[in-house]
């Protein structure tokens, strides 16, 4: 079943986008958890290491790219901001 159009959805994002036909989408807007810049707080270190942040960001990139259009808003620790602009070509290529 197709989710509700204009409307705003707060949820896992690799869950939902493959509910969505690409025409139905024209802007998407991420402000992606930091990765370990709250300290204390859960959602912001549910990864054991950058590693697996890098893999998890990709995995939801992928995703919003087959739309087109969309507005990232990152903020990670350097090594791993490095690791995100390196694979920026990775995840345009798969």
Same mark, same amino acid.
């Given at each position: 079943?197709?989710?509700?159009?204009? &409307?705003?959805? &707060? &949820?896992?994002?690799?869950? /939902?986008?493959?509910?969505?036909?690409? @025409?139905?989408?024209? !802007?998407?807007?991420?402000?992606?958890?930091? /990765?370990?810049?709250?300290?204390? @707080?859960?959602?912001?270190?549910?990864?054991?290491? @950058?590693?697996?942040?890098?893999?998890?960001? !990709?995995?939801?990139?992928?995703?919003?790219?087959? /739309?087109?259009?969309?507005?990232?808003?990152?903020?990670?620790?350097?090594?791993?901001?490095?690791?995100?602009?390196?694979?920026? &070509?990775?995840?345009?290529?798969?």
């Amino acid at each position: 079943m197709m989710p509700a159009l204009n &409307t705003v959805h &707060t &949820t896992d994002c690799l869950a /939902f986008m493959p509910q969505l036909s690409a @025409e139905s989408v024209h !802007l998407i807007v991420a402000d992606p958890p930091y /990765f370990r810049v709250q300290l204390g @707080e859960a959602w912001d270190n549910q990864w054991p290491d @950058e590693t697996a942040y890098l893999d998890w960001s !990709l995995s939801w990139m992928r995703g919003a790219m087959s /739309f087109g259009v969309g507005w990232v808003v990152p903020y990670i620790g350097r090594s791993a901001s490095g690791m995100i602009k390196g694979g920026k &070509t990775a995840a345009k290529s798969n």
